[in-house]
């Protein structure tokens, strides 16, 4: 009963916004944008905290927002974690204990509007400049991204090209900012008023249409080796975006797995990216 009054929540919603989309459509899209920039969850809680309060922590700034970094300190190169949508550094919590062991220097942040970050609403531009004041401040030689933390990390490096930065993983990312709208529009059941102006909103904000922000374009311009790990069971971000990031980042290799779902989380996906660091 709980799951299919959640799954009837989003219709809803899209319906009455489309009515309001006919009175006054600024208003109707606005709200739509600010439904789809606005997590319901990635604050931490205490069980998270419990693990995170174990790194040396540090808040950094962007503009007028916070960025709650961790450090877990180690002799060998900086590795950069950057978690995805209504997650926070507590995703890699597994990942971290591998690299400990091995005596890696690892930074993990929080992205905007999650866990102890500032901010209400979170989008991938903002979150890749939180990147970068992070990548710039430790010195980071390597960065893992998952799902949108992988598509901001790819927007950070074409737009600064970090001189640290040597390697790049991308896990479970989306490749097209048009497909990740595209996605949301259809969930919601929006009509052509709203989806109009949802593309209009990005331009006034950003000065570029959705179309412009793409991962796999943008990868032309990365000159790192880059690690791109995807499912192809994965239900959130398509297989074939991972495909299309793959074949115009132009020193990278694509790992498939089965079964792992956008989480991607098992043992062997970690060896694979311990694999790639030592190589």
């Not at 929540?9 to 459509?25: E, W």
């Not at 995703?91 to 929080?110: E, M």
């Amino acid at each position: 009963m709980k799951k299919t009054i959640a799954k009837a929540i989003p219709k809803i919603i899209g319906s009455t916004l489309n009515i309001v989309s006919f009175i006054a459509p600024k208003y109707a899209s606005s709200k739509a944008l600010d439904l789809f920039a606005t997590p319901r969850k990635g604050r931490n809680n205490e069980k998270e905290d419990k693990f995170l309060n174990t790194a040396s922590q540090q808040i950094l700034n962007y503009e007028d927002a916070s960025i709650q970094t961790y450090t877990w300190k180690g002799s060998k190169e900086t590795i950069l974690l950057a978690h995805g949508w209504e997650s926070n550094a507590f995703r890699w919590k597994n990942l971290i204990k591998t690299l400990q062991k091995l005596d890696y220097n690892i930074v993990a942040l929080d992205g905007p509007a999650h866990g102890k970050s500032s901010g209400t609403q979170f989008n991938a531009i903002l979150y890749s400049e939180f990147i970068n004041v992070v990548a710039s401040h430790y010195k980071a030689n390597t960065i893992i991204g998952h799902s949108v933390g992988g598509m901001a990390s790819v927007f950070f490096q074409h737009k600064h090209q970090n001189q640290s930065l040597e390697k790049m993983i991308l896990l479970g990312a989306p490749s097209e900012f048009t497909k990740v709208f595209k996605n949301y529009v259809n969930m919601m059941s929006y009509n052509n008023r709203i989806e109009n102006g949802l593309n209009q909103l990005v331009v006034d904000r950003f000065n570029n249409p959705p179309s412009f922000y793409s991962a796999a374009k943008f990868s032309k311009k990365i000159n790192l080796e880059g690690l791109i790990i995807h499912d192809k069971q994965d239900q959130i971000i398509s297989y074939d975006e991972a495909e299309l990031i793959n074949a115009n980042f132009k020193n990278s290799k694509l790992i498939t797995t089965e079964g792992f779902g956008h989480g991607l989380r098992d043992n062997s996906v970690n060896q694979a990216i311990i694999d790639f660091i030592n190589n």
